[in-house]
């Protein structure tokens, strides 16, 4: 496996208030295929001046070659590099004073299974947890055992009920999980929806910025 095939030392985009000066941040992490700057067109929806955004980009724009219900070991070590990218960034805010209830965590499809993986797996207190079309990686096609508690962290999923890519079964499942880390779940299913952000889903995120206001 050569370096290049893996996330580390790859652009990441900014959005908003400047790390320096804002009072809260949010990661956002693109899908599968697409971009940092295709994410941040996201971000741009939201009233949130005192806000930096900020979107890593994937190497090859894609954080791990198969899909979320894949054998883990299949996406390996693309998932840990990806994972270790979103580590890296919310311990660069934190070093910046912006604290972790500070920090919110979103991801469309592909990034979303990975922002919401990121905070099961190292679960505290978030501003925000966003998973938009999107469900738990946990270990692929078998369940994982996860610890912890996200002390009340809104937690935000959003998916249609018959996306080709998210099976209904693991939204509910990542919500049943969430809930269970002590998590305050949003869950919001859209009859017959396409794999796409809808506008219901912006102004729930927008509602989360508010709170951090």
């Known amino acids: 496996m050569t370096q290049i095939s893996l996330h580390q030392g790859m652009p990441v985009a900014h959005y908003g208030a400047k790390v320096e000066t804002a009072?809260?941040?949010m990661i956002l992490l693109h899908g599968r295929g697409a971009t940092a700057q295709d994410i941040l067109t996201l971000a741009r929806?939201?009233?949130?001046?005192r806000v930096a955004f900020l979107a890593p980009q994937a190497a090859n724009s894609t954080w791990y070659p198969n899909r979320f219900i894949a054998p883990v070991a299949s996406n390996e070590p693309w998932l840990s590099s990806a994972l270790a990218v979103v580590g890296?960034?919310?311990a660069s805010l934190v070093s910046a004073g912006i604290p972790h209830e500070k920090i919110a965590l979103l991801?469309?499809?592909?990034?979303?299974?990975?922002?919401?993986?990121?905070?099961a797996r190292q679960p505290r207190r978030y501003a925000a947890v966003v998973g938009l079309s999107a469900g738990l990686i946990?270990?692929?096609d078998q369940p994982r055992a996860y610890?912890?508690?996200?002390?009340?962290t809104p937690v935000l999923l959003g998916c249609s009920d018959v996306d080709f890519h998210i099976p209904l079964a693991r939204v509910?499942?990542?919500?049943?999980?969430?809930?269970?880390?002590?998590?305050?779940?949003?869950k919001r299913i859209y009859p017959g929806m396409g794999h796409i952000v809808n506008q219901d889903e912006i102004d729930a995120i927008q509602r989360l910025l508010d709170d951090l206001a």
Do not use: K, M
């Open 88 to 90: 890296g960034l919310v």
């Open 138 to 140: 946990e270990n692929g």
């Open 107 to 119: 991801g469309f499809s592909q990034g979303g299974c990975l922002a919401t993986e990121y905070a």
């Open 45 to 49: 929806e939201f009233h949130a001046p």
């Open 172 to 186: 509910e499942r990542t919500a049943q999980i969430f809930t269970t880390l002590e998590a305050a779940v949003d």
């Open 23 to 25: 009072t809260a941040a």
């Open 147 to 152: 610890t912890g508690s996200l002390d009340g």
